[in-house]
């Protein structure tokens, strides 16, 4: 079973729609994947709840008490986690993953806020005999932005680079709203989108 874990301790940097639009490709590419949910408001199961009959599926997994232990018999569990993710958790979690995806939104101040994050993933990861591969994806990306100037220089500062950049735009509040992926629409609807996600699917070896 492949685990992938998307996880920041910075809340509102894009956690959920990357968890979902992954869970959402491995599902069109026939295999059988759960969305497990560590926040407490649950928005992976809402958005859930929202996916319209007919679409391939993504099982739910609501992770309780402080202790992750995923369902067997499923091919890949995508781990959606909330801010402030830390402790036993994020231990587990880590000690769980192949992948580790790391949202952040192209503000250095949520560059800054992320790096210890990094930091505390990187060294939980180094006390496994086959550490999971650790990965930033930058969300909400404005090309040529000041904003997004800054974090490229803060993170090449800090040895580390984005696998992948996903832009600003408002198709995936709209999916999101009516239970959809990316890859549950009509390809050329989102064309400039899927291209995006083509490094982070590369990188994630799905």
Known sequence: MGVIVVANAKGGVGKSTVASNVAGYLARQGHRVMLGDVDAQQSARHWLQLRPEGLPTIESWAVEGDRLRPPSGVQWVVLDTPAGFQGRLLEQAVGLAQHVVVPLQPSLFDAQATLPFVRTVQKLAGKRKVPPAIGLVSVRQKEGTQSS??????????????????????????????????????????????????????????
Do not use: C, K
Not at 183 to 204: A, C, H, K, N, T
């Open 149 to 206: 100037l800054q974090l490229q220089q803060f993170l090449a500062g800090a040895g580390l680079e984005p696998i992948a950049a996903i832009r600003d735009t408002q198709n995936y509040v709209q999916l999101a709203a009516r239970g959809l992926t990316l890859w549950d629409v009509g390809p050329s609807r989102v064309e400039r989108d899927l291209e995006q996600w083509q490094p982070l699917l590369q990188w994630l070896g799905v």
